[in-house]
């Protein structure tokens, strides 16, 4: 009953924290949303003083505002708020990606680099009523104290890199952000270099405004601020700045806390495939605890149940975990992922645990998207091509590599595009061969039809390709083309970049076996009586039954000597 007391507890933890990271996302979208319009208002500098001016009683409107103040006050509070108790209850610093650290950092450096600014500005604005307009703040900055100048600046910069990290976090597991990154990652450059030198702009044009006598004294006049006025200020930046060390001090509290309350709490063990086992306490994730013990696991989203990267298969203990959440299984639903596959950043183990993660260490966030089920591993019914070039060995040798890679390239086009154009799927290239998959997606019948079409339409292309490269070539390039069905294990497999869908099984091998009868019958097609029946195929064709290596029985097999002319029946839609 305990155990399962703790359970609901912390599935209700799960429920809460999804919650939180919401809140805190929309928060921090509102903070960069107006730092995005104060760079665009300081960009204007570029233009004039007067431009300056002229956007920032536009911007003013809208965020001193009652609606404007509430949604800035409210988002700085909350996002400040939920950082800070996020950096607190985090158990290990080990656990947190090192970007993240990065953005973290960031973080913590703006207030400090920012406060005064902030005090200076809108809070001496409603304290004492000074209007803090574009001269009154590039005086103070430039003219009258530059280290704020540069401070300021710093903090400007500091400020948009930690909002850039943080968009560029939640979006790069949008299907859509990896054409939509590099004009992002312009705007993100782009934006404070023109503010900032709108800003020197603005900042020279008021240093020399500033040598006029009678601007000076009408800009003092106006001004009105008192000496008491500017230790209040001062003054209040210093209790902000004792505010902020305290914190901090709380923060580093919150380390020494958690590792002597890892040290005290009786430790659960978490076994990977490798043997490797991990201690952590109950409670932690699987994620944590595979960042705890230096184990590579894949993390896209940094553990926010967001991305699915960090799926695992559990192999012993799962009759031990809380159910996952509606979020959890949302997510796991929108990849495809087998029945049985947890997030471990999701997963709270209360007792040992065994598990498999499922993608590389280095997995990218196109795992994160939806994908068919087939790339995790099944068997399917479908058709198989394999095609081989004729004596190509002989024609390089007699020729210089460029021209070798020229004409093997134009091949690989040529017959990539007649097998993609007719619906089948390019596996790989091995030499001078090529094999491609039908009936990933589509049924037997059509898989079969489309894969005799493929062949056709390659043996179209060659001739095409011939003629263009007649004074090249010597000799017409002669291809074999071998078309078998059968059921076979489907999925990505691979290593690193070399992961690829592929196919394995018997049904493989003799569709290879068939690509290398041609050889002997001097074809150039030959497919079983497995795809003619499949395909419905009543064209002219010389039928033979043949063993085949590999097989005990013989097979029935389809020989046409010119594909081109192949009756090829109708692949209906």
Excluded at 92 to 110: D, F, T, Y
Excluded at 356 to 379: I, N
Aim: proline share 4%.
């Amino acid at each position: 009953m305990a155990a399962n007391a703790r359970q609901k507890k912390l599935k209700s933890y799960v429920k809460h924290a999804f919650k939180v990271e919401t809140l805190r996302l929309y928060s921090g979208l509102v903070l960069m949303l107006f730092l995005f319009m104060h760079l665009i208002n300081h960009a204007l500098g570029l233009i004039s003083l007067d431009a300056m001016e002229g956007g920032r009683s536009v911007f003013v409107a809208i965020w001193r505002g009652p609606v404007g103040t509430t949604l800035l006050l409210g988002a700085l509070i909350i996002h400040t708020a939920l950082v800070m108790i996020k950096l607190f209850l985090n158990r290990s610093v080990r656990r947190i990606p090192p970007k993240e650290i990065v953005q973290i950092l960031m973080g913590l450096a703006i207030p400090p680099l920012m406060i005064l600014h902030i005090i200076g500005t809108r809070i001496a604005h409603e304290v004492f009523g000074i209007e803090d307009s574009y001269a009154f703040v590039l005086y103070s900055l430039w003219v009258a104290t530059p280290i704020q100048g540069l401070l300021q600046s710093m903090g400007l910069l500091v400020a948009w890199m930690h909002g850039c990290l943080g968009i560029h976090f939640w979006l790069r597991l949008k299907p859509w952000y990896e054409n939509a990154y590099p004009y992002l990652y312009s705007l993100a450059l782009v934006l404070p270099i023109l503010a900032l030198t709108g800003f020197i702009n603005g900042a020279n044009e008021v240093e020399t405004l500033f040598q006029n006598a009678e601007w000076r004294d009408a800009f003092f006049k106006a001004l009105n601020v008192t000496q008491d006025d500017i230790n209040w200020v001062y003054a209040t930046r210093d209790v902000s700045y004792q505010v902020m060390i305290a914190a901090l001090a709380l923060l580093l509290f919150s380390r020494l806390y958690w590792t002597i309350h890892f040290k005290r709490k009786k430790l659960i063990s978490i076994t990977y495939p490798d043997g490797k086992i991990v201690s952590t306490s109950p409670g932690s994730t699987v994620l944590e605890a595979s960042q705890l013990g230096g184990i590579p696991h894949a993390s896209v989203c940094g553990g926010r149940g967001r991305c699915s990267t960090c799926r695992v298969r559990i192999t012993a203990g799962a009759d031990t975990l809380a159910p996952p959440t509606d979020k959890e299984l949302a997510v796991l639903k929108r990849v495809g992922a087998a029945e049985g596959t947890r997030l471990a950043c999701q997963v709270h183990p209360l007792s040992d645990l065994s598990v498999v993660p499922l993608l590389p260490a280095k997995a990218s966030p196109k795992h994160s998207f939806s994908r068919p089920g087939y790339l995790q591993g099944q068997e399917r019914n479908i058709v198989i091509l394999f095609a081989d070039l004729r004596s190509f060995t002989k024609f390089s040798e007699h020729r210089l590599p460029y021209d070798v890679v020229f004409v093997i390239n134009q091949y690989f086009r040529h017959m990539g595009e007649a097998i993609e154009q007719s619906g089948g799927h390019l596996d790989k290239f091995i030499g001078d061969g090529v094999m491609a998959l039908f009936g990933l997606e589509d049924e037997p019948e059509i898989a079969a039809r489309k894969a005799l079409k493929a062949a056709k339409a390659m043996a179209l292309e060659l001739e095409i390709m011939n003629n263009s490269l007649k004074a090249d070539l010597g000799e017409p390039l002669r291809i074999g083309i071998g078309v078998h069905m059968g059921h076979v294990i489907v999925g990505e497999m691979g290593y690193g970049k070399a992961t690829s869908i592929t196919a394995i099984g018997d049904a493989v091998n003799t569709a290879s076996r068939l690509e290398a009868m041609n050889k002997e019958h001097g074809s150039q097609l030959i497919f079983s009586e497995r795809v003619s029946k499949a395909a419905g195929f009543t064209g002219i064709s010389q039928t033979e039954e043949v063993m085949v290596r590999g097989r005990k029985t013989p097979l029935a097999i389809h020989i046409i000597d010119d594909a081109k002319q192949a009756d090829i029946p109708e692949v209906k839609a």
